[in-house]
Structure formats: structure tokens, C-alpha cells
């Protein structure tokens, strides 16, 4: 893992990425492609792609799904250290997608 000093993490889009990095930073570390951890996960490699670029908020099974796929309890998808303080000065700018009755 790169040192990563606390990072001032002002927006969610800045969250989401860096949460991708960390995803895209394990997967390579255990040597695996896109495409092998979409497979075990049953997602579209270009899905994978959205969510370690920062473009995609999934939810917390897709996260659970990811990690269990790259052999890491959830926690190590989030360990990053960032200014939760300075997260919270911020108006929420990621708009959820609106779930079809």
C-alpha cells in the first residue's frame, strides 16, 4: 500500500476514488485482472471499472462481493486515511440512482 497520510477529502466523488484506488491497489497486489474479479463477483468487467475509477457509489454487498473476491476482509477495502472532518464541510454531491417500485 502507498503511504497515504491523511488526505483532506472535501467531495464524494474524491471518497469514491480513493476507495477505487485502494480496491484497484489490492486486486493488483494479489496479482489478479479486472476480469478475474468481475467473474467471481458475477459483474460486467466494465462495472469493476466504474467503481475502482471513483464514478460509481455500489453498495455495501458490492463492496462485501469485492473483497471476498480479492481474499480480504472488508476493512482492508477501507482502510485509507482521510480528514473525516473536512469530508463533513461539504453539501453531499453523489446523487443515488432511483430504485423501480
Known sequence: ????????????????????????????????SLRDVAFKIGME??????????RSNPQILTYA???????????????IEFDFNSFGEQAPSYQARKHRK
Not at 500500500?1 to 494479489?30: C, P, Q, W, Y
Not at 468487467?45 to 471513483?54: C, D, K, Q
Not at 469485492?66 to 480480504?72: G, H, P, W
Request: hydrophobic share 45%; aromatic share 4%.
Open 1 to 32: 500500500m502507498h503511504d497515504l497520510s491523511v488526505m483532506f477529502i472535501h467531495t464524494d466523488e474524491a471518497l469514491l476514488k480513493l476507495i477505487g484506488n485502494r480496491i484497484r491497489e489490492v486486486r493488483k497486489e494479489n496479482n489478479l
Open 45 to 54: 468487467t466494465s462495472n469493476l471499472s466504474v467503481i475502482e475509477n471513483g
Open 65 to 79: 462481493r469485492i473483497a471476498s473476491a480479492l481474499n480480504v476482509d472488508l476493512s482492508t477495502i477501507f482502510k
